[in-house]
T-cell receptor
Framework: GNSVTQMEGPVTLSEEAFLTINCTYT??????LFWYVQYPGEGLQLLLK?????DKGSNKGFEATYRKETTSFHLEKGSVQVSDSAVYFC??????????FGKGTKLSVKP | GAGVSQSPRYKVAKRGQDVALRCDPI?????LFWYQQALGQGPEFLTY????????KSGLPSDRFFAERPEGSVSTLKIQRTQQEDSAVYLC??????????????FGEGSRLTVL
């Protein structure tokens, strides 16, 4: 069945460091892929998405490229800020439109 | 506000009690999803509604869990005879469309259930 595997955290970085959070998926076909973010005390928010192979999603300085060869959708940001501290979830869309999530990666950015 | 609203935000129940969690989706959203998020885990799919029809309940962990959306808007997730393993955050999400063209899912802030 469909599943998502993402790197375990927590990840602790200094401000302005480069961020990579790995995400790989198992799926039938080529589902849409997503990164959601959960800031402390808030609900899940869509960060970015890609709907087909080689698409690059981007938002707020974050990027992720849909790689069907490696079944991956790694999240990257060139220079993180303290305000990026949150839990990040990789997800794919199932046939009913539901999302299948990874376990989440907690990011802490220190000033 | 215009977002997905869930209530109560926090619920403490004694083992064996019944609980009801409410979700008010964004007005006009056709699709509604319930998820269960255990501590330190990602959200796990529970059930899906298209308007008032429950099209998928494959994620409900036992027959103690029941969900309804009788008029195609507000939904209630009911858990009967709660157990400690039911302790989790229950998330509701809605979207404007259905199926593979569902579009963005908008999440509520969740209802945190603690079963003692």
């Amino acid at each position: 069945g469909n599943s998502v595997t993402q790197m375990e955290g927590p990840v602790t970085l200094s401000e302005e460091a480069f961020l990579t959070i790995n995400c790989t998926y198992t799926a039938t076909g080529y589902p849409s892929l997503f990164w959601y973010v959960q800031y402390p005390g808030e609900g899940l928010q869509l960060l970015l998405k890609a709907t087909k192979a080689d698409d690059k999603g981007s938002n707020k300085g974050f990027e992720a490229t849909y790689r069907k060869e490696t079944t991956s959708f790694h999240l990257e940001k060139g220079s993180v800020q303290v305000s990026d501290s949150a839990v990040y979830f990789c997800a794919l869309r199932g046939s009913q439109g539901n999302l299948i999530f990874g376990k989440g990666t907690k990011l802490s950015v220190k000033p | 506000g215009a977002g997905v609203s869930q209530s109560p935000r926090y619920k403490v129940a004694k083992r064996g009690q019944d609980v009801a969690l409410r979700c008010d989706p964004i007005s006009g959203h056709v699709s509604l999803f319930w998820y269960q998020q255990a501590l330190g885990q990602g959200p796990e799919f529970l059930t899906y509604f298209q308007n008032e029809a429950q099209l998928d309940k494959s994620g409900l962990p036992s027959d103690r869990f029941f969900a309804e959306r009788p008029e195609g808007s507000v939904s209630t997730l009911k858990i009967q005879r709660t157990q400690q393993e039911d302790s989790a955050v229950y998330l509701c999400a809605s979207s404007l469309r259905t199926g593979m063209n569902t579009g963005e899912l908008f999440f509520g802030e969740g209802s945190r259930l603690t079963v003692l």
